[in-house]
């Protein structure tokens, strides 16, 4: 149980680091390659997470070594944290890739110029 609560909090740091990373470059207007990454990450962590049936893959895992829960709180977070992830990262993400497009938008409008 250990190892997979430890590869999930691995897990949780880097997706949720590429979202905060999304939001940042966004902000500061440096849609590059690093941004394309980040976005293709944390992306892709919400298409296996919603393709799943909006149950994290590792649910049935932990619940098969012996997980109380088998859920996103078996993490090495805090609880609160825990519980509300999808409620405090999915506003972010929605932000962060707005604030790309807004800048590729941009950047395409300034070259047809």
């Not at 949780?12 to 976005?39: H, N, P």
């Not at 909006?54 to 609880?79: E, K, N, Q, W």
Request: hydrophobic residues 55%; aromatic residues 12%.
């Amino acid at each position: 149980m250990f190892a997979i609560k430890a590869f999930h909090s691995f897990a949780f740091f880097v997706i949720q680091s590429c979202i905060l990373y999304l939001v940042y470059s966004g902000i500061r207007r440096r849609s590059d390659g690093r941004a394309a990454a980040a976005a293709a990450i944390a992306l892709g962590e919400a298409a296996i997470y919603a393709g799943n049936g909006f149950r994290c893959p590792l649910t049935g895992l932990a619940l098969r070594y012996g997980a109380r829960s088998g859920s996103v709180t078996d993490i090495f977070l805090p609880r609160w944290l825990a519980a509300n992830i999808a409620r405090i990262y999915t506003p972010l993400l929605v932000l962060g890739v707005a604030l790309h497009l807004r800048n590729l938008r941009r950047a395409r409008e300034a070259a047809a110029s």
